[in-house]
């Protein structure tokens, strides 16, 4: 809003000329985001534990190891949907389709997780909104964000797919190109959604992947960086660093209540807007390949549930202690903060590779 407002005086004010850059607009709003979370975050947690006042928010099998948890509030990704809409709202220009898609897959997949949430309060149980309605609510956002993305792509590769360590290669998927888009924005926000399960474990992966993809976001959007990097370049992309940032603020934020002991959890709220942009962003950006690499402990998760589930059914043997993944590690003794560390360490190296495929080429 401010560049729209602003950037006409900037011929007549060099002041207002500072709202050109992107980098300076993704600064602010990473700034703006952080404040908002350390504004709202007291009132937000003190009505959360009205709301949810006999309500249950631990796992039955996961009573015994969680039980100090207990009464502690959720929906707190709420905090974080707000802050980062008035943050993007405040700082992107809001004439850039991109960043009004990615707020609608943001908003939509965290109002489906609001829905969860408050159903599991509301009825004082753990199975909230059916796994159906859940999944059909996502495909639903999910189509209509990717039309909107394949009509304002450039047309000779709206329904491509760049394979990473090439250059300029792209794969035509044609109409195979909305369920593949819809897959990458459904799966990546269950991903973060079955991660967040420890305390401040899925936060710290999603702000060091938002931070990637800002930098890839601006990198894309640049022509000069693009070509010189040889990956697609997507006018118009850039905004959605400051939309990255603003996530990146948020995430922080919500970190200093998240972090052991937390006195807030996400909820589905949260981790399913969060794991929604950023496969929407990744599509937008035409890297969604490498998100997978980015956010390869939201695949490594995922991987776990889905390994579990299929031996269970056609042995009858568990290959995991407990799934997702870290659950099995707590059943083999390590203490939260060691697993969560640890997989923060896995984070930070499986993002630096994702960061490589842009010059590895």
């Known amino acids: 809003m401010l560049y ?19 980098t300076f607009r993704t600064g602010c709003a990473i700034m703006t985001a952080l404040l908002i979370c350390f504004l709202i975050a007291p009132a937000m947690i003190r009505w959360l534990k009205k709301q949810q006042a006999g309500a249950s928010n631990i796992r039955e099998h ?60 509301t009825k004082k149980n753990s199975k909230g909104l059916p796994g159906r309605l859940k999944l059909l609510f996502q495909l639903v956002i999910g189509l209509v964000a990717t039309i909107g993305i394949m009509a304002v792509l450039p047309v000779q590769m709206n329904s491509h797919i760049a394979i990473p360590f090439f250059k300029d290669f792209m794969i035509n998927l044609w109409w195979f190109f909305v369920p593949w888009a819809v897959i990458v924005m459904i799966g990546a ?32 959007g640049n022509a000069i960086y693009a070509t010189y ?27 200093w209540y998240n972090a052991p002991p937390a006195m807030v959890f996400m909820g589905d709220t949260g981790s399913l807007a ?39 059914k056609l042995t009858g ?8 993944l870290h659950h099995h590690f707590e059943k083999k003794g390590w203490s939260e903060p060691t697993i969560v560390i640890r997989f923060w360490i896995i984070a930070v190296i499986l993002a630096l590779i994702g960061l490589a495929t842009l010059k590895l080429r």
């Open 62 to 121: 996961l009573e015994d190891a969680h039980i100090a948890k207990a009464g502690t509030p959720t929906m707190g990704g709420l905090m974080i949907l707000i802050s980062v809409t008035v943050s993007t709202l405040l700082w992107a220009d809001l004439t850039n389709i991109f960043v009004w898609l990615a707020i609608l897959v943001m908003v939509g997949y965290g109002m489906i997780g609001f829905a969860d949430d408050y159903l599991k309060l």
């Open 229 to 255: 990097l040889h990956i697609p370049y997507v006018p118009g992309t850039g905004e959605l660093a400051i939309l990255c940032g603003a996530l990146v603020g948020a995430a922080m934020g919500f970190l």
């Open 317 to 324: 043997k568990r290959v995991f202690a407990m799934a997702p």
């Open 4 to 22: 729209n407002l602003l950037v006409p005086f900037a011929d007549d004010f060099i002041i207002f000329n500072l709202f050109r850059y992107i």
């Open 274 to 312: 969060m794991g929604g942009v950023l496969g929407a962003m990744a599509v937008m950006t035409k890297h969604e390949l490498v998100l997978a690499i980015i956010g390869g402990l939201f695949v490594l998760e995922t991987v776990s549930v889905i390994v579990q589930v299929v031996s269970f």
């Open 189 to 220: 926000s269950n991903a973060v959604n079955l991660t967040d399960g420890l305390d401040g474990l899925a936060i710290v992966p999603v702000a060091i992947a938002a931070a990637c993809f800002g930098l890839i976001a601006y990198l894309v």
